[in-house]
């Protein structure tokens, strides 16, 4: 099961509206100017989802994880390297929160925030314009390490998984803070969304 | 009505929320669509001092005349679906109540809050429910140890200011006596006696062990404000070894100590900062000389970690260190103090010793037995 070139497209494209909503909530929320870089998208399978992060992110990580239910049904996650995650609490608290770079539970309390509005504001495009509406679970925090985080995401299922994985950067100050979205989801949830984004492809 | 709407009754849910609120200590409110007050638990009336009686029933917004418009934003967002977190750090509460006992000094009470929607069987939006949980106490303490922290930080920054100006303001003077010392030995000032000679002679070595505690101390100031850097150059470890015995031998000789070495034939290649790695050899061997009064100190080199690594490791035959000694005796200022006579110097070459192997990516070790000696291993990545 895979997503045709203008399915991903559309897949990025709605992705990248989603995330310049996000950006929009948080510089309201923050009153500082945040923006977002158009994000780049990866489709694979989920046994495959470790190597292809580990080449981008290490160490410790903070992950925002939600679980969506409705016409497609998944986990959704975003992570951001523990490092980044407490500068930008930081900047976004004007440095009440993530002194010294741990992340306190205050610091832990906005990246949730953060975390539950990037996702939702990326999600909410496939009720809004792929017709398929989900609602979300209570988002939860973890400081884990990749290993640890994505083994949650293994789940033994009776159908294939897949992992869609969006690359992007946020911008605020001096700061640039690369985060990653991951939506896994099984193979009938993956086949809505293709027939969804192929009935909007011209 | 049959059990099973009752059960799906949204009334009975909010009421049943409100129960959990209380027994979890959370504030629980239930809004409809139109924002009309649904679920007022316990924790509420006692946090806003609003009794439910008067509050189910009417608009949030007029039992909170001051419910900013990011609040009730959120409220529109979770009633049209969406599950809203609210962070104290960026909105500090939902609901305007006066902060616990022994937390009056914040003025408000501090809130952590999760808006989730209220939907029918039939997914329908019925409206929404805020769980509220009071974390002033929490904001109060990570503002202290934040307070704290700045404050250490703060000390620690002037204490190495003071260290390198105060060592600084030192070191000229020292040079100064040296070079006025060594320019009278030299007669150029006169005619010098032998008594006189040998004067001069002791000023110059107090000068010279002076100018060595200085340089303790302004190193240790350097590790201790992170302004130590190290300059990676390719070169060997046996050389390195080599050139610290050399230096040390004559101390070694004046004690009547035997020097020992066991040196692997071939280059050691390592790149790494080859004046810091000597200067900690030398504090080693150095400090085994001064603690040993009979016997020897013996310097051997090796390869661990699978060849990764350098050990340095100095062996020698001085009067030992009790567990309970060793504990802290890389800390700045650490003095082992059960040596019959007391030594000379600051406590600051271990201390220093340790910062400059943790810079270069490694660490020292030691092991002891009282009445047979110590063994030191400096251990420094290839």
Same mark, same amino acid.
């Given at each position: 099961?895979?997503?045709?070139?203008?399915?991903?497209?559309?897949?990025?494209?709605?992705? *990248?509206?989603?995330?310049?909503?996000?950006?929009?909530?948080?510089?309201?929320?923050?009153?500082?100017?945040?923006?977002?870089?158009?994000?780049?998208?990866?489709?694979?399978?989920?046994?495959?989802?470790?190597?292809?992060?580990?080449?981008?992110?290490?160490?410790?990580?903070?992950?925002?994880?939600?679980?969506?239910?409705?016409?497609?049904?998944?986990?959704?996650?975003?992570?951001?390297?523990?490092?980044?995650?407490?500068?930008?609490?930081?900047?976004?608290?004007?440095?009440?929160?993530?002194?010294?770079?741990?992340?306190?539970?205050?610091?832990?309390?906005?990246?949730?925030?953060?975390? *539950?509005?990037?996702?939702?504001?990326?999600?909410?495009?496939?009720?809004?314009?792929?017709?398929?509406?989900?609602?979300?679970?209570?988002?939860?925090?973890?400081?884990?390490?990749?290993?640890?985080?994505?083994?949650?995401?293994?789940?033994?299922? *009776?159908?294939?998984?897949?992992?869609?994985?969006?690359?992007?950067?946020?911008?605020?100050?001096?700061?640039?803070?690369?985060?990653?979205?991951?939506?896994?989801?099984?193979?009938?949830?993956?086949?809505?969304?293709?027939?969804?984004?192929? *009935?909007?492809?011209? | 009505?049959?059990?099973?709407?009752?059960?799906?009754?949204?009334?009975?849910?909010?009421?049943?929320?409100?129960?959990?609120?209380?027994?979890?200590?959370?504030?629980?409110?239930?809004?409809?669509?139109?924002?009309?007050?649904?679920?007022?638990?316990?924790?509420?009336?006692?946090?806003?001092?609003?009794?439910?009686?008067?509050?189910?029933?009417?608009?949030?917004?007029?039992?909170?005349?001051?419910? $900013?418009?990011?609040?009730?934003?959120?409220?529109?967002?979770?009633?049209?679906?969406?599950?809203?977190?609210?962070?104290?750090?960026?909105?500090?509460?939902?609901?305007?109540?006066?902060?616990?006992?022994?937390?009056?000094?914040?003025?408000?009470?501090?809130?952590?809050?999760?808006?989730?929607?209220?939907?029918?069987?039939?997914?329908?939006?019925?409206?929404?429910?805020?769980?509220?949980?009071?974390?002033?106490?929490?904001?109060?303490?990570?503002?202290?140890?934040?307070?704290?922290?700045?404050?250490? &930080?703060?000390?620690?920054?002037?204490?190495?200011?003071?260290?390198?100006?105060?060592?600084?303001?030192?070191?000229?003077?020292?040079?100064?006596?040296?070079?006025?010392?060594?320019?009278?030995?030299?007669?150029?000032?006169?005619?010098?006696?032998?008594? &006189?000679?040998?004067?001069?002679? $002791?000023?110059?070595?107090?000068?010279?062990?002076?100018?060595?505690?200085?340089?303790?101390?302004?190193?240790?100031?350097?590790?201790?404000?992170?302004?130590?850097?190290?300059?990676?150059?390719?070169?060997?470890?046996?050389?390195?070894?080599?050139?610290?015995?050399?230096?040390?031998?004559?101390?070694?000789?004046?004690?009547?100590?035997?020097?020992?070495?066991?040196?692997?034939?071939?280059?050691?290649?390592?790149?790494?900062? &080859?004046?810091?790695?000597? &200067?900690?050899?030398?504090?080693?061997?150095?400090?085994?000389?001064?603690?040993?009064?009979?016997?020897?100190?013996?310097?051997?080199?090796?390869?661990?970690?699978?060849?990764?690594?350098?050990?340095?490791?100095?062996?020698?035959?001085?009067?030992?260190?009790?567990?309970?000694?060793?504990?802290?005796?890389?800390?700045?200022?650490?003095?082992?103090?059960?040596?019959?006579?007391?030594?000379?110097?600051?406590?600051?070459?271990?201390?220093?010793? $340790?910062?400059?192997?943790?810079?270069?990516?490694?660490?020292?070790?030691?092991?002891?037995?009282?009445?047979?000696?110590?063994?030191?291993?400096?251990?420094?990545?290839?």
């Amino acid at each position: 099961m895979t997503l045709s070139e203008a399915e991903t497209d559309a897949l990025a494209e709605l992705f *990248n509206v989603g995330l310049h909503r996000a950006a929009a909530s948080l510089s309201e929320v923050t009153g500082q100017r945040i923006i977002v870089d158009m994000p780049k998208l990866v489709i694979c399978e989920i046994s495959e989802i470790e190597q292809r992060l580990a080449e981008l992110v290490g160490g410790e990580i903070a992950t925002v994880h939600q679980i969506f239910g409705g016409s497609v049904a998944g986990d959704a996650v975003l992570l951001i390297e523990h490092e980044k995650a407490a500068a930008l609490a930081r900047l976004m608290t004007d440095g009440d929160a993530a002194t010294g770079g741990r992340l306190d539970q205050s610091a832990r309390e906005v990246l949730t925030e953060i975390g *539950n509005i990037v996702l939702g504001a990326c999600l909410s495009g496939f009720g809004d314009m792929l017709q398929l509406p989900v609602s979300f679970s209570v988002p939860r925090i973890h400081i884990e390490s990749l290993r640890t985080i994505l083994g949650s995401l293994l789940i033994a299922s *009776n159908e294939p998984q897949y992992a869609v994985v969006v690359a992007t950067q946020f911008r605020l100050s001096e700061l640039a803070v690369d985060g990653y979205l991951v939506i896994a989801v099984g193979a009938r949830s993956l086949a809505r969304i293709s027939e969804a984004l192929r *009935n909007r492809v011209p | 009505m049959t059990s099973g709407e009752r059960a799906g009754d949204p009334a009975l849910r909010s009421e049943a929320m409100a129960e959990i609120g209380n027994l979890l200590g959370l504030g629980v409110l239930s809004v409809d669509k139109t924002l009309i007050v649904t679920g007022w638990n316990e924790w509420l009336e006692r946090a806003t001092g609003k009794p439910r009686a008067i509050v189910l029933g009417r608009s949030l917004r007029e039992v909170e005349p001051t419910l $900013r418009p990011a609040a009730v934003a959120a409220f529109d967002r979770a009633i049209q679906g969406s599950v809203v977190v609210m962070s104290q750090a960026l909105h500090e509460y939902l609901l305007e109540a006066p902060a616990p006992g022994g937390f009056e000094h914040l003025g408000r009470m501090r809130q952590s809050v999760r808006i989730l929607p209220l939907r029918n069987e039939a997914s329908q939006s019925l409206g929404a429910t805020a769980f509220i949980e009071d974390v002033t106490e929490r904001v109060a303490r990570e503002a202290d140890l934040r307070a704290a922290a700045e404050a250490a &930080q703060r000390a620690d920054e002037a204490k190495s200011k003071f260290f390198t100006s105060m060592s600084h303001e030192l070191r000229t003077p020292i040079g100064a006596i040296a070079g006025y010392a060594d320019l009278l030995a030299s007669g150029m000032f006169g005619t010098v006696t032998e008594t &006189q000679t040998e004067r001069l002679a $002791r000023i110059k070595t107090v000068a010279s062990h002076l100018q060595h505690i200085v340089d303790d101390v302004l190193a240790f100031a350097r590790i201790g404000a992170g302004r130590e850097e190290a300059a990676l150059t390719d070169g060997d470890a046996i050389t390195l070894a080599r050139e610290a015995l050399i230096a040390v031998e004559p101390l070694a000789v004046k004690k009547g100590l035997a020097v020992r070495s066991r040196l692997p034939a071939d280059r050691m290649p390592i790149r790494t900062d &080859q004046v810091k790695v000597r &200067q900690i050899l030398i504090n080693l061997l150095g400090n085994a000389i001064k603690f040993t009064e009979r016997g020897s100190i013996e310097l051997e080199v090796s390869l661990v970690d699978e060849g990764r690594t350098v050990a340095f490791s100095v062996l020698d035959t001085g009067p030992g260190i009790s567990q309970a000694n060793l504990t802290g005796i890389f800390d700045p200022f650490t003095r082992v103090p059960n040596h019959d006579r007391p030594k000379p110097g600051t406590g600051l070459g271990l201390a220093v010793s $340790r910062g400059l192997a943790r810079l270069l990516g490694g660490d020292i070790s030691v092991t002891s037995e009282v009445g047979v000696g110590s063994r030191f291993t400096a251990r420094i990545p290839r």
